[in-house]
């Protein structure tokens, strides 16, 4: 199990973009499959987008496809979301998250959560 600090949240205009971080610590990260979910006011929280351990097989939502793109420095324990084009509709509190594959990360099956970071993208 690993502990998570997300940040890199802000406020930003609609076409913009940001860069999410997820730093680890544990010994066990780098065999972590990992992910970002996102919970927008009223709603359920969502997978976005999930990597393996390797880095060699990813997620995608349909609704951030093209526009998101997750990844993973193992030797710095570090997992990233560059998000591109934002929308108003990707407004949301960004949680970082583990797991023991890609399938699971997607199904829901989480080992261990962030706390979260603000993302709001004004119109």
């Known amino acids: 199990q690993v502990q998570l600090v997300e940040s890199g949240g802000g406020l930003v205009q609609a076409g913009g973009s940001l860069r999410l971080s997820c730093a680890a610590s544990g010994r066990t990260f780098r065999f972590a499959s990992m992910g970002w979910f996102r919970q927008a006011p009223g709603k359920e929280r969502d997978v976005v987008t999930a990597?393996?351990?390797?880095?060699?097989?990813?997620y995608y939502a349909d609704s951030v496809k093209g526009r998101f793109t997750i990844s993973r420095d193992n030797a710095k324990n570090t997992l990233s979301l560059q998000m591109n084009s934002l929308k108003p509709e990707d407004t949301a509190v960004y949680y970082c998250?583990?797991?023991?594959?890609?399938?699971?990360?997607?199904?829901?099956?989480?080992?261990?959560w962030g706390q979260g970071t603000q993302v709001t993208v004004s119109s």
């Open positions: 990597i393996s351990w390797s880095g060699e097989s990813t």
């Open positions: 998250a583990e797991g023991s594959s890609v399938g699971a990360l997607v199904a829901g099956t989480i080992t261990s």
